[in-house]
Structures are given as structure tokens and as C-alpha cells.
């Protein structure tokens, strides 16, 4: 779906009515009839829930004594905007995160992209597949495999550091990866790129989309390769980077995996992995504070759609669509 | 001041610099594979080491025990001794504080052979010894048959719940007009950027008014009301489907859910195998749901949340957690490696179209 075809939709909606035939009417009915899943689903299981989880955010909540619930007005909101500084440390924190892994992946993605995309490497396929694999891999063993190999003692990466730069790396005064508070999201960063595949192959059929007929009279006119990456590449897949982007920031936000596996959500070191998620969770299922915890639920989904709005609020300046509307 | 060089280059043949080129960017690749895939190296080599060995100086990186060497009937250690101003690997039958006895293994006939120096000073030879026992026991101390079964049963349950309800959704949208048709789909496709917190606690506590939290039917029983991005795949799969196929059969007097399931179903089965795999492995991934309505019962725990708890207990042995680690990325890998076609584009269908 992209930002044009997003316009046309809302568009269509304002359009108007005229009654339905009775052909029209029974196509209908069938229509309904095969969209019933989703839309009892879309009921039961978000639009509901959506409504009850901000009811709930106005009190005081505890599923094992749920008789005691009390209505507290937006005590909670007050509580987690202005009181708890927690929620905007732990925000902080989340962005802080994000604007390290994110660009790094993205940028990682689209380098083997392009990589594999070039003529010039022999035996793409195997690559493409070896480069995906570990994405395939269940994160939490994807988690349990690099806090091996970033161990400060025993993991390779200190030993391959300090063979061949001989700044030591290892031991208690060696590089502590994931006990530092300087390096940890850079340690979480490195586990992130092995969930590379999905955009990895994204951004390559993105980029073997582009017709081959502008690099060639990019060619004739003399553009260098990097002029051909700025000026041809890097433009026409802007809608598949956008939208790379805008998932890549949702899911930024629920971050919680990694910490929850290393350190059950201590967010060790110095609080440095206590992310907007585990801190969630910890109110909401470990305290128990439900109201509470459906406050932060809300205001996170409405970080989330600022940040979506915003971003889809950007997307005329830098992405290109070729179908744009006239 | 040096001349500049006015003569102009004659470029190399096309032949050589596609050479060039070919040679750099494939080693560049291969550098960056062989960093990438590091970590996985280290996990296997680990998995096989014994539990001491990371603790001992001196000892190699690859999977290795103390060496011994059988003399006589007795099992005696096996040292590295500098003689003859090379370095030997002998075994150490009588030591003494001043000198000490070796015999060497390579040429036992020689007899014992005395060396002058404190024993305790040389290390130890270092045989290469792959513990593949530590496989069975990281698979019997995390009970790993009881792990699978959980995760089998819940990502090919809710797998035959996603993809039959999402196929019928996908239909209905692909093939049938009715007002409202564009902002339904809007509101679907935007479901998959909600943030899942949202919709939570309510959920959580209606499951919990259910009896519910602590069964499986939290995870299982949503999968069966269809899902954003599975919709999309498939509509768009079954909107290059010929609708001849579906109008001579509506002439034939076929109504809808017969031409669904005799023409659409069978039409689609890339686009199902597709659905199939993401969701089997969005399923064997998952960690948040389980850990939220399973805490507390091992018995139904998946891999991933079992993978865990077994990671807080024994996080000493690093050995038995990186092969269970491999255990259980063993499944998806090998799935993924006979299936990477279909599955490779179904997740670019999903992310180049939307």
C-alpha cells in the first residue's frame, strides 16, 4: 500500500452511494460472509480490547483482586507523564537503542543488497541463502549464541580483537560488551543484524526492480558508480526503504526479547536495557499494576502512531513514487 | 617538483578489470560471511568443549581434553617439554622436584627419559576431543522432546488456523465488491503495526475470567480469526488468478464456497505454502504470548520460553546452553534450506507491494 494508493482509498470512501442491486446486494452478503474472520477477529481481539485497555487505564487494577478495582480518573495518565520518571527514561532509552540498531540495519540490509545485486560476486544464490539463515534462527538462541561469543573471557570476538589490534580486549579489564553501559546497545545491535534476511532480500528485489535502461543511459552519460547508486538507486526504492523504516521503528519500540533473556528485565548494566516494553511488563506482570500498566500500553500506542504520522508526513519529501497521481 | 603524468592510461582489457572485480567483491563477501556467520563457529566449537575447559590456561580454542598416554597398564599426563631445543609432548611417569621421568609416547621403547627442570612449570598437551555427548545431555536436561511437541503442536495448530482463515478473507476481499471494502482493508493492514501491548490486558483478563491463562488456547484460538500481513499475500496471489475460471463456474451454478475451495484453494498453494512457512516459523519464534499465559507451566512451555528458564539455571555451562542453543535452530534452518524459494518471495511480496 503505498502513500498514493493510501489518498485514493479515503478518496473512494467519500464517493457516493447509490443503492445496490439486487445482483450487487447478494455479492455483497458473500463478500461479508468471507470477511467474517477478520472482522469478528478484528472485534474480539483489537477493537474491543482497544477500547477496555483505555477504561482500564483509568484505574486501579489488580487481575487477582479485580473487586477491589477502583476508578481513579487519569491519575495513572498524571502518574506515568508527569510523575514516574521511569517512563521517559525508559522511552529514552528505547529511542536511544533504536537510533543505534536501526540505522545500522537498514544500512547493513541495503550494502548486501546491493552487494548481491552486483554481477561482479560469483555465487550470489549461496550467499543470499547463507546471509538469511541466521534470521531463521529463533531469537532467543540467536540471543544465547552471541552472549557466548561477546563474553569477556572466553567469547572470540575480544580474542580476535586483541590478536590482531593487541589492545586487550579479554578478561575482567577487557572489552565488557554487555556490562558496559557504553557498549551494550552496540552488543544488542550486533545480535540484530543476524535478523537481516527479511530486508537483505527486500531491498535486493527492490533494487533489481529498477529498469536496467536508466543505469544504461546513466552509463552513456558517464555516471560514475557511486553517482548511479545516488542518483538512480537509492531513489527508486525509497518507498521499499520507507516502509523498512516504519516497521523497523514500530518494532523498535516493543523491544524486549534481548533484555528480557539476559538479564529477566534488571535492565543491567546501570538500568541501560530497562526498554519501554520490559518496562511494561514488569508493571503490568510482574507488579500486577494492570491499570496502570494499560496507561503505558496507550501511551505507547499513541508514540507509535505520532511517530508513524510523522513519518508518513516526511514520505513526500523524500520518497518517490513512480505512479504518483496527477 | 614532480612531473605530472600527462600520458593517458591505456585502460585494461574489459576482460581483466571484470577479473579484478569479481576476485575483490567476491573475497569481500566471503570476509563478510565468514565474520557473520563467527559467532555460529564459536557456538558449535563451544558445544563441544567440556565444561573445564574454558577455565584452564593454555588450553586450545578448539574442542579439546588433556591428553594421557597409556604406559604399562597406567594412564599417566601428557606435558609439553622443551628438550633437545625442541618442544615434545611426553608423558610424565615419575615426577620429582629437581628432574622428573617421561616417557615419549611416539617411542616408548626408548624407555624413560629424565628431565631436569620443575615438572610443575610446563603445561599441558592438549588432544582434540569432541564432546558430542554434550548434545544428548543439553537434549535430556532441557527435556527437549517435550519442548518440540509444545512448539510442533502450537505453530502447526495455529498455522492451519491462520492460513484457512486468512485464505478465505483474501478471497473475500480479492473477489467481491461491498461497500466499505477499502477502509476494511485499511483497518486490517494497519492492525499490523499495532503495537501489541495496546490490546493486552484486557485480553489477558477476559482469558483469565475464561480459565484460560496457563493453557494454550490464548495463543491458539486468535490464529483462527485471520492475519493483516497473511491477507495481503494471499489476495494478492489470488488477484492473478484468472476470474474466467471462477465465472465458468459460477455459470456451472458453483456457489462461492465451492469455487473457493475447488479453485481458489488449489490455485493458490504458493502463496498458502508461503502464509504456511511464515506463520510455522512466527509461531516456533514466538516468546512474548507464551511467557505471558504459560509462566508457571513448564509442562506447556515452547522451545523459546523453555530455552530461557533453562538458560537462568545452568548459565555456567556454557557448553550444554550453546548446544541447546543449536538445537533449536537446527528445525527452521533446515526447513528454510529446502523451502527458501517460496519462502524468500512471499516475504518480498509482502514488503516490496504494500
Redesign the interface.
Known amino acids: 500500500?503505498t502513500v498514493a494508493e493510501?489518498g485514493k482509498?479515503v478518496k473512494?470512501?467519500k464517493g457516493k452511494?447509490t443503492p445496490?442491486t439486487i445482483k450487487?446486494k447478494r455479492?455483497?452478503r458473500?463478500?461479508?460472509?468471507?470477511?467474517s474472520?477478520?472482522?469478528?477477529?478484528?472485534l474480539?481481539?483489537?477493537l474491543?480490547?482497544?477500547i477496555?485497555?483505555f477504561a482500564?487505564s483509568l484505574t486501579k487494577f489488580n487481575?487477582a483482586v479485580?473487586d477491589e478495582t477502583v476508578y481513579i480518573g487519569f491519575t495513572n495518565w498524571i502518574r506515568a507523564i508527569f510523575r514516574d520518571k521511569e517512563v521517559l527514561l525508559s522511552f529514552t532509552r528505547t529511542i536511544h537503542f533504536a537510533a543505534i540498531s536501526l540505522p545500522v540495519g537498514l544500512i547493513f540490509a541495503l550494502f548486501?543488497a546491493i552487494?548481491?545485486n552486483?554481477e561482479?560476486?560469483?555465487?550470489k544464490t549461496i550467499?543470499?541463502?547463507?546471509?538469511?539463515?541466521?534470521s531463521?534462527?529463533?531469537?532467543?538462541?540467536?540471543v544465547?549464541?552471541?552472549n557466548?561469543?561477546l563474553?569477556e573471557?572466553?567469547?572470540?570476538?575480544n580474542?580476535l580483537i586483541e590478536r590482531f589490534t593487541g589492545i586487550q580486549a579479554t578478561g575482567t579489564d577487557g572489552i565488557r560488551w554487555l556490562a558496559d553501559p557504553q557498549l551494550v546497545y552496540y552488543a544488542y545491535t550486533m545480535f540484530g543484524?543476524?535478523g537481516v534476511g527479511?530486508?537483505m532480500?527486500?531491498f535486493l528485489?527492490?533494487v533489481q526492480?529498477v529498469p536496467t535502461e536508466l543505469y544504461e543511459a546513466a552509463e552513456i552519460d558517464g555516471a560514475s558508480w557511486f553517482r548511479r547508486l545516488f542518483s538512480i538507486t537509492l531513489p527508486l526504492i525509497t518507498p521499499?526503504i520507507f516502509?523498512?523504516l516504519?516497521?523497523g521503528v514500530?518494532g523498535s519500540?516493543?523491544y524486549?526479547?534481548a533484555p528480557?533473556?539476559l538479564n529477566?528485565g534488571t535492565g543491567f548494566p546501570e538500568g541501560k536495557t530497562r526498554f519501554y516494553?520490559v518496562y511494561?511488563y514488569k508493571q503490568?506482570?510482574s507488579f500486577f499494576n494492570?491499570g496502570y500498566?494499560?496507561t503505558?500500553?496507550?501511551l505507547?500506542?499513541i508514540v507509535?502512531l505520532i511517530i508513524?504520522i510523522f513519518l508518513f508526513g516526511t514520505a513526500k519529501y523524500w520518497v518517490y513514487y513512480a505512479t504518483e497521481e496527477k | 617538483m614532480p612531473e605530472k603524468n600527462t600520458e593517458v592510461r591505456k585502460p585494461l582489457p574489459k576482460k581483466i578489470r571484470?577479473l579484478i572485480?569479481?576476485t575483490?567483491?567476491?573475497g569481500?563477501?566471503w570476509g563478510?560471511?565468514v565474520l557473520?556467520?563467527?559467532?555460529?563457529?564459536?557456538?558449535i566449537v563451544?558445544a563441544l568443549k567440556t565444561e573445564s575447559q574454558?577455565g584452564k590456561l593454555g588450553a586450545p580454542?578448539y574442542p579439546a581434553t588433556e591428553a594421557t598416554y597409556e604406559y604399562e597398564g597406567e594412564k599417566y599426563d601428557i606435558y609439553l617439554v622443551p628438550i633437545d631445543g625442541e618442544i615434545k609432548e611426553m608423558a610424565l611417569i615419575k615426577s620429582g622436584r629437581q628432574e622428573s621421568q617421561f616417557v615419549d609416547p611416539e617411542n616408548p621403547e626408548a624407555g624413560l627419559i629424565t628431565w631436569e627442570g620443575a615438572w610443575r612449570s610446563l603445561e599441558r598437551g592438549w588432544e582434540f576431543d569432541p564432546q558430542w555427548g554434550n548434545f544428548v545431555s543439553a537434549w535430556k536436561t532441557v527435556n527437549f522432546p517435550r519442548l518440540l511437541w509444545n512448539t510442533i503442536k502450537y505453530a502447526g495448530i495455529t498455522t492451519i488456523g491462520a492460513v484457512l482463515?486468512s485464505a478465505?478473507?483474501a478471497?473475500?476481499?480479492a473477489r467481491?465488491?461491498?461497500?466499505g471494502?477499502?477502509?476494511?482493508?485499511?483497518?486490517?493492514?494497519s492492525?499490523v503495526?499495532?503495537?501489541?501491548?495496546?490490546?493486552?490486558?484486557?485480553?489477558?483478563?477476559v482469558y483469565?475470567q475464561l480459565g484460560w491463562v496457563g493453557t494454550w488456547l490464548p495463543l491458539m484460538v486468535?490464529a483462527?480469526?485471520?492475519w493483516g500481513t497473511n491477507?495481503f499475500l494471499i489476495r494478492q496471489f489470488i488477484m492473478t488468478i484468472p476470474i474466467d475460471l471462477d465465472e465458468a463456474a459460477m455459470i456451472d451454478g458453483a456457489s462461492?464456497l465451492r469455487i473457493?475451495f475447488s479453485i481458489i484453494l488449489p490455485q493458490s498453494v504458493p502463496a498458502l505454502t508461503a502464509v504456511s512457512l511464515f506463520h510455522f516459523?512466527w509461531a516456533?519464534?514466538d516468546?512474548?504470548n507464551p511467557?505471558?499465559y504459560l509462566?508457571g507451566n513448564p509442562d506447556k512451555y515452547p522451545?523459546?520460553v523453555g530455552?530461557?528458564a533453562f538458560?537462568?539455571l545452568y548459565s555456567q555451562q556454557?557448553n550444554l546452553?550453546?548446544a541447546?542453543?543449536?538445537i533449536?535452530?537446527v528445525i527452521?534452518?533446515i526447513?528454510?534450506?529446502f523451502a527458501?524459494r517460496i519462502f524468500?518471495q512471499g516475504?518480498?511480496i509482502t514488503?516490496?507491494e504494500?
Not at chain 1, 531463521?136 to 540467536?142: D, G, R, S
Not at chain 2, 471494502?181 to 493492514?189: E, R, T, W
Request: hydrophobic residues 60%; positive net charge; aromatic residues 22%.
Open positions: 500500500m493510501f482509498a473512494n470512501l452511494r445496490l450487487q455479492e455483497a458473500w463478500g461479508f460472509f468471507f470477511l474472520p477478520w472482522m469478528i477477529g478484528f474480539l481481539f483489537y474491543l480490547p482497544m477496555a485497555s482500564f487481575p479485580p548486501l552487494l548481491l552486483s561482479n560476486v560469483i555465487g550467499y543470499r541463502t547463507l546471509f538469511y539463515m541466521p531463521m534462527i529463533p531469537l532467543v538462541a540467536t544465547l549464541i552471541w557466548g561469543v563474553n573471557h572466553t567469547g572470540w570476538i580474542i543484524l543476524w527479511n530486508a532480500i527486500i528485489a527492490a526492480g521499499v516502509y523498512q516504519v516497521l514500530i519500540l516493543q524486549f526479547l528480557f533473556v529477566q516494553m511494561f503490568s506482570f494492570m500498566g494499560a503505558l500500553a496507550w505507547m500506542f507509535a508513524t | 571484470d572485480s569479481s575483490l567483491l567476491t569481500m563477501t563478510i560471511l557473520f556467520l563467527l559467532p555460529m563457529a564459536f557456538g563451544t574454558a580454542w482463515s478465505l478473507v478471497y473475500g476481499f467481491f465488491s461491498f461497500p471494502k477499502n477502509i476494511f482493508f485499511m483497518l486490517m493492514l492492525t503495526i499495532l503495537p501489541g501491548a495496546v490490546t493486552l490486558i484486557p485480553t489477558y483478563f483469565l486468535p483462527f480469526f485471520s491477507v462461492p473457493f516459523f516456533w519464534n516468546f512474548f511467557l505471558i509462566t522451545i523459546t530455552l530461557t538458560n537462568r556454557s546452553i550453546q541447546s542453543a543449536l533449536t535452530a527452521p534452518v526447513i528454510f534450506f527458501q524468500m516475504v518480498v514488503g516490496v504494500k
